[in-house]
């Protein structure tokens, strides 16, 4: 068991720092708005946390229209579900993908910390990578590798990272984005 709340209270953070002005301008995701990567957000929020709880999966598409105070709480609550001892045993299932629920934790991280990057990258924040959670990410990229090198995953090729990148550079340039994107 890790603990994704590091992570999450930097998802958090970013969210809180989203102008409303910025809603249409462009992420590290190719084709995805900044709303689009909050109904993300939004989205995968929903999904690992009815996982960990065992409840089926209803989702909604879209942005809720009070994002703003929806998108922490399921945050929050993503959190709150992963502490329990129960979500870490049994099978789950995300994209269509069936997977321990240990695995599926190791998901979430990686959306966590992914995201949280494309949504700071594009709002103009910085963000703040937690060890704990790169270490998660490195074990989903791990995890995946073979998807992803057929390219199944949910990533473009691997970027080329710099002799001198950071550990998040280097992580993010292993998931096919270009680690100093910026908004131009």
């Known amino acids: 068991m890790f603990d994704l709340a590091p992570a999450a209270e930097e998802m958090n953070r970013l969210l809180a720092g989203v102008r409303d002005d910025q809603l249409a301008d462009p992420t ?4 995805w708005s900044v709303a689009d990567l909050l ?4 989205q995968f929020t929903t999904v690992f946390t009815l996982n960990a709880r065992k409840e089926p999966i209803e989702l909604t598409d879209g942005l809720p229209g009070d994002w703003r105070t929806v998108l922490p709480r399921q945050v929050d609550d993503l959190v709150a579900a992963w502490r ?13 993908v069936e997977m321990p629920a240990e695995d599926n934790a190791v998901v979430a991280m990686e959306e966590l910390v ?3 990057f494309d949504l ?25 590798s073979g998807p992803i090198a057929r390219g199944q995953g949910p990533y473009g090729p691997e970027m080329p990272a710099p002799d001198d990148a950071s550990r998040l550079e280097r992580t993010i340039a292993q998931t096919g984005r270009d680690p100093h994107w910026s908004r131009g």
């Open 28 to 31: 590290p995701c190719s084709d």
């Open 39 to 42: 109904a993300h957000v939004h």
């Open 84 to 96: 329990q001892e129960s979500a870490w045993t049994g099978r789950v299932s995300a994209g269509g």
């Open 114 to 116: 992914v995201h949280g």
């Open 120 to 144: 700071a990258r594009a709002t103009g924040q910085d963000y703040q990578a937690d060890p704990v959670a790169l270490d998660q990410v490195a074990h989903f990229l791990e995890l995946f």
